[in-house]
């Protein structure tokens, strides 16, 4: 029993490669999402900081009888938001573009070929 099972667990990680796969889009999710949040908070939120009055979207409050709202960090989790949204956008764009010039590629080169 205890065979089968392990026979069935090689065959599900190692040779369909379902569990390894997943592993794989998991850690290059993971590497991508760090390079995505670097470019969103080391780049681009300094480059919109002067914008705001005080420098910076963590300091926005609103004086509500005698305390605060303090909507800095929702506007900042937004724009970030905004801004991780357009970065995958415009990495998807240029995928896609390397895709179409490379299956194009590949269509000229069996063109010739034949």
């Known amino acids: 029993m205890f065979q089968r099972w392990r026979r069935e667990f ?3 990680f190692f040779t369909k490669g379902s569990a390894l796969t997943v592993a794989i889009a998991f850690i290059v999710g993971q ?24 420098g910076s979207f963590q300091e926005l409050k ?5 305390g605060a709202i303090e909507i800095g960090k929702l506007v900042d989790t937004i724009v970030e ?7 995958l956008f415009l990495i998807l ?18 063109a010739l070929e034949n």
Do not use: C
């Open 81 to 87: 938001a905004l801004l991780v949204a357009w970065m």
């Open 31 to 54: 590497q991508f999402t760090r390079i995505v949040d670097s470019v969103t908070k080391d780049l681009l939120m300094p480059l919109l900081n002067p914008l705001v009055p005080k």
């Open 10 to 12: 090689v065959e599900f």
């Open 62 to 66: 609103i004086d509500y009888f005698g």
């Open 93 to 110: 764009k240029a995928i896609k573009r390397i895709e179409r010039h490379t299956s194009s590629s590949t269509g000229e080169a069996e």
